[in-house]
């Protein structure tokens, strides 16, 4: 497979930090659960990184994907800027072009899918489990997301509500469902298709806020 060439290599950049962090290629296939051989061939620009490695290898080593996937080659900036230009409000079709014209998703987007999982979540919230999932690692996907997106400051109000508890339960089952949709990478479309797999993050905060806003 030909050498991968980027302007800022994800080869050296995985070295560094795994100097920085005194891990061995070993141990990172240990925790990520990737074959020490593709990690070599990644380090040394024998393979492409794919999504899913990178997301890996982000939460492994608590640095921004965004930095990660820019450092495979990846063109984040310009599906950035045409997946969040607008707003919050993104509209089906729009999502299922931008899906389509990645060629990292086949699969049709629906807001009927985005509501099941939405609910499932908000079952999840109100189990002392969910509940702590949602103090404990919201600022954490904060920082590993790079806080991109129109919806990032629509979660942060939503979270302080959540933690303030100054609604009703029934509001805060809501409130923790999408805040857990944010947190937990599996959702309608994986986190790891960055940055469109958040996409779908959007329409869910989006959802919520509208039902919130009737009441």
């Known amino acids: ?18 100097a920085k962090r005194s891990l061995s290629m070993r141990k990172l296939s240990e ?13 040394n620009g024998k393979r492409k990184a794919r999504p899913e490695h990178l997301q890996k290898f982000s939460d492994c080593l608590n640095v921004p994907i965004a930095e990660l996937f820019a450092a495979a080659g990846y063109p984040i900036e310009s599906k950035q800027k045409k997946a969040y230009s607008d707003d919050l409000y993104l509209s089906v079709d729009n999502i299922q072009k931008i899906l389509e014209s ?14 099941e999982q939405l609910e499932k979540y908000q079952q999840f919230s109100q189990t002392e489990e969910g509940k702590a999932t949602i103090l404990k690692s919201f600022d954490e996907k904060l920082q590993k997301l790079g806080s991109i997106g129109p919806f990032i400051s629509h979660l942060k109000e939503m979270f302080d509500t959540f933690c303030s508890k100054k609604v009703s339960s029934h509001h805060l089952s809501i409130i923790g469902g999408v805040l857990l949709y944010f947190i937990l990478p599996v959702d ?17 905060v989006q959802l919520v806020s509208e039902f919130l806003t009737k009441k």
């Open 31 to 43: 925790l990520t659960e990737i074959d020490t051989a593709t990690i070599s061939r990644i380090v």
């Open 102 to 115: 990645s060629q990292l998703y086949d699969q049709n987007f629906t807001i009927e899918r985005v509501e």
């Open 1 to 18: 497979m030909p050498k991968v060439n980027n302007s800022r290599s994800i080869g050296p950049l995985l070295k560094e930090l795994l």
């Open 188 to 204: 309608v479309i994986p986190d790891y298709i960055f940055p469109i797999g958040y996409l779908d993050d959007a329409v869910a």
